[in-house]
């Protein structure tokens, strides 16, 4: 028994709000689970930034993680993820991104293996998730598309099913890949399960969504069970760290998932 180890907290991070899809998903299906959450709201958004930017950011979100004695981090965050393929060496083991997680569903969900792919400017151009999905399916046809406008949308609030901005943005962007024929959709941007509804209405039914942070957090709970380090017993706490406004950050969240009243603490992670 790693008794101890166990009852530490699960690190989960994002450039702003989008990683709370992923914290919502972990506390339905680990729901003893102490989650520490940092969003990074001072320097959001990422997905515009260089590699090397990003890349300094998410080793430094991933280390303010670890000062908080987690037992496994999740960059719940495709852009911060996109730099971490391939440098397991900075990372370590126990921690994961997003990018392989959605893949791996859609490979395993697709019908006609034409997938679709949306995500930040700098996660598309990484080519990373196009590139995992060639190699777990060699015959798939891949259709990737940079969301930029999302982002910040979300961040703003405007995510009503009705909401006529996000709505024609959401046609420029996803027609085109209706037009391909996918049967699946990676949502590769954590953000962008807030704006499901919108999404689908678009694509119609016949095209699955596949949430890129839900599909972290299930990853999580297979890395972690495998180590026998889930924790039982009570439920578990989430405790919320931005490193803007915690008032800003507060009210975002509530707005958007049903989280409760939550206790927000301002952080620098630099
Ligand atoms: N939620 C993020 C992602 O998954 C980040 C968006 C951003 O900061 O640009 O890529």
Not at 173 to 191: A, F, M, Q, S, W
């Amino acid at each position: 028994m790693n008794a101890d180890l166990n009852s530490r907290p699960i690190g989960i991070f994002d450039s702003g709000i989008g990683g709370l899809t992923a914290v919502c998903e972990l506390r339905k299906i680990l729901p003893c689970e102490d989650i520490i959450y940092l969003g990074d709201t001072a320097r959001v958004p990422y997905g515009t930034r260089s590699r090397e930017t990003v890349l300094k950011y998410t080793v430094q979100d991933f280390e303010f993680l670890k000062r908080q004695n987690v037992k496994f981090s999740i960059a719940a965050c495709g852009t911060a993820s996109s730099t971490m393929v391939g440098e397991s060496r900075l990372f370590g083991e126990s921690c994961t991104g997003v990018i392989e997680p959605a893949v791996a569903a859609a490979v395993e969900k697709t019908e006609n293996q034409r997938i679709g792919v949306i995500a930040t400017s700098a996660s598309i151009r990484s080519g990373w998730y196009e590139r995992l999905i060639r190699a777990a399916l060699p015959s798939a046809s891949v259709f990737s598309k940079a969301c930029p406008m999302f982002v910040p949308l979300v961040e703003n609030g405007y995510t009503a099913r009705d909401c006529a901005p996000t709505v024609e943005i959401a046609k420029e962007y996803l027609l085109p890949l209706k037009r391909e024929g996918i049967d699946v959709l990676i949502l590769g941007c954590t953000h962008y399960p807030l704006l499901s509804e919108i999404i689908a209405d678009i694509l119609g039914s016949g095209v699955a969504l596949i949430s890129s942070g839900a599909e972290a957090a299930r990853f999580a709970k297979n890395a972690l069970a495998e180590k026998g380090l889930l924790r039982q017993g009570r439920e578990g706490k989430v405790k919320f760290f931005c490193t803007d406004s915690p008032e800003l950050f507060r009210e975002s969240a509530a707005h958007f998932l049903d989280i409760g009243g939550i206790e927000v603490e301002r952080c620098s992670v630099e």
